[in-house]
C-alpha cells in the first residue's frame, strides 16, 4: 500500500505559477511511473501529466502542453508540478497518482493508488 500526499495548491492570478508537491511512503516509489490528474467542479477527472520512473519520459495534456512541468526525485520519494502561465481554465483539484507499471500512460486506469488532492484556482 502507497500512500500519498499533495501540497503546493492555492489561489494564484491568471499568469501566475504553482509549484505542486506529492510526497509518497510505503511502497518502492522508484521503481514505478506516476502522474497528476485534476478535476473541475462538474467535470471528469483528465489527465494532466506523467513520468516514467526514471524519469526519461514525460507526457502531457495538449491543454498543459508548454507550461507545465512534471519531474521526481527518487531520493526523495516525490514527483513534482511545476505550472507556468496559469489560466482561470487550471482550476481544479489536482490528484497525484502512482502508476502500474514502470513506463508512464495517460490512462486513469493505469494508475493504483491516489492522493487525497490539492485545490488549484486561478483567478482572471
Known amino acids: 500500500q502507497v500512500q500519498l500526499v499533495e501540497s503546493g495548491g492555492g489561489l494564484v492570478q491568471a499568469g501566475g505559477s504553482l509549484r505542486l508537491s506529492c510526497a509518497a511512503s510505503g511502497r518502492t516509489f522508484s521503481s514505478y511511473a506516476m502522474g497528476w490528474f485534476r478535476q473541475a467542479p462538474g467535470k471528469e477527472r483528465e489527465f494532466v501529466a506523467a513520468i516514467s520512473w ?57 494508475f493504483g493508488s491516489w492522493g487525497q488532492g490539492t485545490q488549484v484556482t486561478v483567478s482572471s
Not at 507556468?84 to 486513469?108: H, I, M, Q, S
Request: one cysteine or more; hydrophobic letters at 35%; a positive charge.
Open 54 to 110: 526514471s524519469g526519461g519520459s514525460t507526457y502531457y495534456a495538449d491543454s498543459v502542453k508548454g507550461r507545465f512541468t512534471i519531474s521526481r526525485d527518487n531520493a526523495k520519494n516525490t514527483v513534482y508540478l511545476q505550472m507556468n502561465r496559469l489560466k482561470p481554465e487550471d482550476t481544479a483539484v489536482y490528484y497525484c497518482a502512482v502508476g502500474l507499471w514502470a513506463f508512464a500512460t495517460k490512462n486513469t486506469a493505469d
